[in-house]
C-alpha cells in the first residue's frame, strides 16, 4: 500500500512512533489523518502540526480516545468513516510498558491485556467486516521484538505483545485471502517517552536505540510490499531464527542477558 491519497487512523498518535507515524503518512500525501490519544491535548498538538506544515493538502483530526475501551474504539472509527469515508489504514499503535513478573496484581495485567492487545481486537471487531465487505483494507498493529522474542524485567508486556502478534497472524491466516492486509511492527529499542532514562547501560540499548522516524521509514516500506512482519532493527530476524533454531541455547542466552541487566552494578 502506498499512503498517499488514503484515509488513515493511528493511535496512541501524541507521542512517539504514533506521532512519528501522523508526520510521515502527511509528508507521503495521506488524504486524511486522524490522530487518537487518550491524551487529547497531546493528539491536537499533531494535528496542528501537520496543518500548519501541509494546511489544506491533509484533513487531520484529533480524538480523545482510550482504547482499552471497547466503545470509544468504536466510536473512533464510526465518526471517522462517517466524516472521512472508509478507514484505509488502522494503526494500532498505542501501547504500555511496565516492569513486574507474576506478583503484578491482576488488576495492572488486565489494564495492559486491554490496551497492548484488546484495543486490536476492539478495532479489528468493528473493522475487519467492513474491510471485507468492501474487498480491502489493512491493519498495522503495533507489537514488539519482545513478541516475538521476550522482554527482560517484564512478564506483562512480554506476554501481551506476544499475543499481538499471535492475533496479528491470526487475522492475516483468516482473512488474507479476501483482501485484508496485516503488518506486525516489531521494533526493538526506540527512542521515546516509553524508554526515557533507560537508553544508557539499560537493556533497551543492546543494540542500539533508533529514532521514531527510522520506525516510520521501516513502516512505509513495509507497507509498500505489504509486507506481514516490519522490522526496523534487522537482528530481530536472525534473533528469531535461534530461537527458533535451538530453544533450549536461546533460553540460556536470554538468562545470560537477564542476569547483565539485572545484577546491581
Ligand atoms: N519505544 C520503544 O522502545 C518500543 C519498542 C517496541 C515497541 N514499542 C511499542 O510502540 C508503541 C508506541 O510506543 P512509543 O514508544 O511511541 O511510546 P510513547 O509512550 O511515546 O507513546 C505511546 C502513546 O500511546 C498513548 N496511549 C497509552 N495508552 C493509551 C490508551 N489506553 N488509549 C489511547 N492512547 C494510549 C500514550 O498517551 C502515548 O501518547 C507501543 O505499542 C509500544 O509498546 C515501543
Redesign the pocket.
Known sequence: MNVSGKTIVV??A?????RALVRRFAADGAAALVAA???GD?ARAVVDEITARHGAAVRCVAER????VEEEVAGLIERTERALGPIDLFCS?????FEGGVETPTAEWQRIWS??VLAHVHAARVLVPRMLARGGGYLLQ?A??AGLLSQIGSAPYAVTKHAAVALAEWLSITHGADGLRVSVLC????R????AGTEEGGV?GVDGVIE?EQVADAVVAGLADERFLILPHPEVREYVQRKAADHERWIRGMRRLQERYTRPG
Open positions: 493511535t496512541g501524541a507521542s512517539g512512533i504514533g490519544d487518550r491524551d497531546g480516545v482510550d482504547v482499552a499503535n498505542a501501547g504500555i510498558v490496551i497492548n503495533t514488539s521484538a521494533p526493538q529499542a526506540v521515546t517517552a516509553m524508554i533497551a521514531p
